[in-house]
């Protein structure tokens, strides 16, 4: 009588499945992110929501709310001050003519990163794959950038109170400056706070809440890098928008000191440059870290778990010299250890010099422009 043929491993056991992929499944369609953000809904109760309505092109309502404050308010302050005869700040430091730049990417980033977070949990399949998918899908918390915002009211308006308040700011700087600190910074306030709360969701929470999740790891992938490149490269790329917004505080910050003799460096200004680089650069640590761990300790879990199934089909499993593989068992076992060298292939992230290279040159890089313009 022939042998039977010994079921394969998921067939024995069925909870031995294969990962599902990681790439979008052609039958679910790809969801565009279309939602408002915190910011988009802030400009439709001021009405950029009904402009926004009725333009051509699609533009959030968060976007016209940036461009058209900022393209009116800033000339509009600095012409009064020329006219009045007050100090004009863009004359004082022409570097401030970044700041716009600064406020425009802020808007643009953060919408642009929270599109991209959405595009990485659809390739991910975290709707199908997650017991508890809204944990991952809806990353901002909503309380958060009223967090920063009201934050930034608090050390806006103590630093008013600090001078004298209005009434002694006014007679001391001029109405554009009083201006600047009740109605301006808030307005400003609103921009950053949507931004850092994007930024932090990506590189603090969405990491944290991976690492709590039941997602696993995708071993089949093709990369090696457990289906989670996207999420990594994400991490990264969120990062880059920090580094740009640390170039610009460096030349706002140290561009006048530069090219205007009758201007000085403070400690106050390296203090504070040195504080927002190393909280960014705990912010992409801690993501990297994050993620690394994740990857080991789903790799380290799969790897044991092969391991007891195998010792099921081999006699003396911890004895090199006289193991056996039970009678019948040979396709069963070499299955399984195909199964586990996939998963020990598999690299954690970063893994790779240029990913190691481009994370450590975006670090360095902030603070590396910061000293060369400090020693001009």
């Not at 992110?33 to 402009?51: E, M, S």
């Not at 809440?209 to 992938?221: E, K, N, T, Y």
């Amino acid at each position: 009588m022939g042998e039977e043929s010994t079921p394969s491993v998921s067939e024995q056991h069925p909870s031995v499945q294969d990962a599902p992929s990681l790439h979008t499944n052609p039958e679910l369609p790809e969801r565009e992110f279309d939602a408002d953000l915190w910011l988009d809904r802030i400009a439709r109760a001021l009405g950029f929501g009904w402009l926004s309505d009725r333009l051509p092109g699609g533009l959030p309502p968060s976007y016209l709310y940036a461009i058209v404050l900022i393209t009116t308010i800033e000339p509009i302050g600095n012409s009064y001050a020329y006219v009045a005869g007050d100090t004009v700040a863009y004359l004082k430091n022409p570097f401030l003519f970044l700041q716009p730049i600064a406020l425009l990417m802020a808007v643009y980033g953060a919408r642009a990163l929270r599109r991209r977070y959405h595009h990485v949990m659809q390739q991910m399949e975290i709707e199908q794959r997650a017991s508890e998918p809204a944990k991952l899908l809806d990353i901002v918390p909503g309380w958060l950038p009223w967090l920063f915002f009201v934050a930034s009211l608090v050390l806006n308006f103590t630093r008013v109170l600090a001078l004298g308040g209005p009434g002694v700011i006014y007679e001391q700087y001029g109405l554009p400056v009083v201006i600047g600190y009740m109605v301006v910074n808030p307005i400003w306030a609103t921009i950053f706070a949507q931004f850092l709360a994007v930024y932090l969701s990506i590189e603090l929470l969405a990491p944290w809440r991976l690492w709590h999740s039941d997602v696993g790891v995708h071993f089949l992938d093709p990369e090696n890098l457990g289906g989670l490149r996207p999420f990594g490269e994400l991490i990264k790329h969120t990062y880059y928008y920090m580094v740009a917004g640390l170039t610009l505080f460096a030349l706002i910050a140290y561009g006048p000191v530069i090219v205007l003799s009758e201007m000085s460096r403070t400690a106050t200004t390296n203090v504070m440059f040195t504080a927002v680089w190393l909280g960014t650069v705990l912010t992409v640590a801690f993501a990297v870290f994050t993620l690394h761990r994740f990857m080991r300790r789903e790799k380290r879990d799969e790897l044991w778990r092969l391991e007891r199934l195998r010792q099921e089909y081999i006699q003396n499993p911890w004895d090199i010299k006289s193991f056996s593989i039970a009678d019948g068992k040979q396709e069963t076992v070499d299955e399984i250890e195909q199964r586990m060298e996939r998963v020990s292939a598999t690299r954690e992230y970063p893994a790779t010099f240029s990913i190691w290279s481009q994370l450590l040159l975006s670090i360095v890089l902030p603070k590396a422009f910061q000293l060369l313009l400090a020693s001009i």
